[in-house]
Every structure is written in C-alpha cells, then in structure tokens.
C-alpha cells in the first residue's frame, strides 16, 4: 500500500473509528507492534513445522520398514500408529524454548515502543512483562541464546541484553526515536539470527518431506510393478497423505524478508522522516501479513 | 565456544548435503528399476538423517551439546564415505554418481573441519 493512501485510509479509519487524540506515531507504534506481533507468531509457526516435520519423517520411515523397504525390518508392534511418541532432534523442546524467548525479545521491545509512543516513559512495565524481561535477561546473563562467536559485532547474548534493557527500564529512552535509535544495531543482531535460523529450518524441512515423497514413491513403483488396485490406492493414500498430513516446506524468503522490513521499521522509527515512519511501517504490516497468509496455508 | 569457521563449514556441510539429496530424488524418481529406488530411497534416508545431526549441532543452545553434536557426526565420517560408494554402485550414469559423491566427499572434508 502507497504511504499516501496509507494516510488517507488512516484518516478514514480514524474519522470512523474516533481516533481523536491518537498522534500519528502513536497510530504507527500501533501498527508497529501489530505487525512484530504477527511476525513473531508466523515464526512460531515455522519452529512446530519443524518438529511435526521431524515427527512425520519419523512415522513413515517405521512405516517404510514396516513394510521390508528399509535397510531393517521393523515389527509391526513397534510402530506408533498414534504418532503420540517422536523424538525431536533438530530442534529440541528445550531449543524452541530458547527460541520462544528470543521472539519475545521482539515482541516485548515493540510492546515497549507502542508505550512509549503514548507518553507512558515513566511508568514500568507490567508484572507479567517484567517478569518474562527478566527470564529472558537470565538466559542471556548464562549465554543461552548463543554459544556461538560472532565476529565484529556485538554477540546474540549481549544484543538481548540491550534489547532488554530498553524494555524493563522505559525511563532511560523517553520517546520512541531514542528507544529504536539505541537498539537498531542489537535489533539487527538478533534478527540476523532469526532469519540465519529460519534458512537452516528450511533445509531441513525440505529434507524431511523430500524423505517421505521418496518413500511414497519408490513404494509405489514397487506396488504398481504389476499395476491393478494395489497400485491405484497405493497412488491414492500417497497422495493424500502429501497434501493433508505432511507440510510443505514453506517460503521462509518471504518471512525473513518481512524480518528486514522489521528492522527498516524500526530504523524509520528511529530517524523519522517528515511523513514519520508511515511507509516502512505500512510495508512491514503489508509484509507480515502476506507471510502469516503464507504459513498458515503451508500448514 | 563454536568459532564462525565451524559455523560456516557447518552450513557448507548442510548445502553440500542437500544437494546431495536433491540429485538422489532426481534418481529416484527417474529409476525404471522399484528395487534401485527403495536402495536409493535408503542413501537419502541415510543422508538426512546427516542433516539432522549438522542442524541439531547448528541449533545447539550450549557448548555442551554443541561437542557432543560434533563428536557423533565426525565418528560417523565412515559412514558417509560407505555411503558414498554405495550410491556409486547405485547409479548407472557415470556423470551424475561423480556429481552425488562429489558433494558427499565435500560435506565429508567440512564434517572433518568442524
């Protein structure tokens, strides 16, 4: 959506909706935190495609040696038809956690930016926001969103931390161009992160549904060697099973460039121009709803 | 702590073993043979499963996890390189058994740098 009909719809929407007394930052903090919010959930989207990916992978690879295709048979009674028990190795429960709090990093800095957008510098956070700042603080105190160096720039851990800051104590950074302009590094960094994280994702499950389509169809080339109605619902049930039950690998391009329009938001936010950061903002509530649309699609 | 060298050989190890299975699908799909393709169906369960442990190193939180990641997946090199000629003795077309070892031998040299 153009900024100029951006505007022109937010003051239509405000004349309908009474917007009286709401600024234009503070409509655009708004819209900020929506958009970071969307985002933060289509990730969290992508992290469960990756353990059902995982999960799935693992339910027809027993199948596959159910059936004597694998290089070991496996009984019958040994397969979970439930699919209830599944052993998560790319991404474990105690690493989506960490994940979980590294989106909230985001999330809570824009939750932050939309308060300070409505002139509540001087007063702190809720309990509740508080209290997950100072979990997510802990973890970057012991070094848990990275053990990895990164070279020339600040590491994971230490970019949280800042972040984190700017969330728990509002009255250091009164307004919102301060606030952004102190973290649009920090931001970076984590985002970076997010995004580097997202591109492994993929792979990996593009790797697990390239597993189950191959075991679909070296089946089937040996079910329909003698073609008849084995073959015809060997075709059926595989194809079923790749549109309902296995996801797709979703366009995580699409996702890390609305990650980017998070950033160029935020710098907006940080350096207004005289339209304020209406555009970057406008692009990025465009961008995170296209990607939301996307996942939830994949799902 | 994990250097930005073993993070980068970690994901050229990932990419090298990627293309590894994006050329086996091709293989797959085109066999005229169903026993070939359940074979070959097999190396690239063999592969992924490869992937996983690179991607389980790559997501690991702590420098804990991280060795004990990349101790099992350079105590598993031999693997990769039985599976190499397993594939070789797989496919009948000389050009493309060279292209899947080739990135197989390549993901197996970055294992070793990690």
């Known amino acids: ?299 | 702590m994990r250097t930005l060298s073993q993070q980068i050989a970690i994901n050229a190890a990932i990419d090298a073993i990627r293309n590894a299975e994006d050329a086996l699908t091709d293989q797959i799909r085109s066999s005229t043979d169903a026993l070939t393709a359940i074979k070959l169906t097999n190396e690239y369960n063999n592969l992924d499963s490869y992937l996983s442990e690179l991607l389980h190193a790559q997501n690991a939180a702590d420098d804990a996890t991280f060795a004990n990641a990349t101790e099992a997946l350079q105590s598993r090199i031999s693997g990769l390189e039985a599976d190499e000629k397993a594939i070789q003795a797989l496919i009948a077309d000389v050009a493309t058994a060279g292209k899947v070892i080739g990135y197989i031998a390549d993901a197996v040299k970055l294992i070793a740098k990690i």
């Open chain 1, 1 to 299: 959506m153009k900024p100029s009909r951006f505007l022109s719809v937010l003051g239509l929407a405000c004349s309908v909706a009474g917007c009286v007394g709401m600024t234009q930052m503070q409509h655009t903090a708004s819209e900020f935190d929506k958009a970071v919010h969307s985002t933060a959930t289509t990730e969290l989207v992508l992290f469960r495609e990756v353990q059902a990916g995982e999960c799935n992978d693992q339910f027809y690879l027993q199948a596959y040696r159910v059936a004597g295709l694998g290089t070991d048979r496996l009984d019958p009674s040994q397969i979970d038809l439930i699919g209830g028990h599944c052993t998560h190795q790319e991404l474990t429960d105690g690493e989506l956690a960490i994940r979980q709090k590294l989106l909230s990093t985001l999330t809570l800095y824009a939750d932050t930016i939309q308060a300070l957008s409505e002139g509540k510098g001087n007063l702190d956070p809720s309990a509740k926001e508080k209290a997950l700042a100072g979990d997510i603080k802990s973890l970057a105190t012991q070094g848990k969103f990275s053990s990895a160096e990164k070279s020339g720039a600040a590491g994971l851990d230490a970019a949280v931390s800042a972040v984190v800051h700017v969330i728990i104590d509002r009255r250091v950074y009164k307004d919102v161009g301060s606030a952004a302009g102190a973290v649009q590094s920090e931001l970076t960094v984590v985002i970076g992160e997010l995004q580097a994280e997202n591109r492994d994702d993929a792979q990996g499950l593009r790797s697990k549904y390239g597993s189950v389509n191959n075991e679909m169809v070296s089946a089937l080339k040996l079910a329909c060697e003698r073609g008849g109605a084995e073959c015809f619902f060997g075709i059926a049930s595989a194809h079923t099973a790749l549109n309902s039950v296995i996801v797709a690998p979703p366009d995580v391009e699409q996702l890390n460039k609305t990650l980017d329009a998070v950033l160029a938001a935020n710098a907006s936010l940080a350096q207004p121009k005289s339209t304020g950061a209406v555009a970057e903002v406008s692009e990025l509530a465009d961008r995170a709803q296209q990607a939301a649309t996307l996942f939830s699609a994949s799902k």
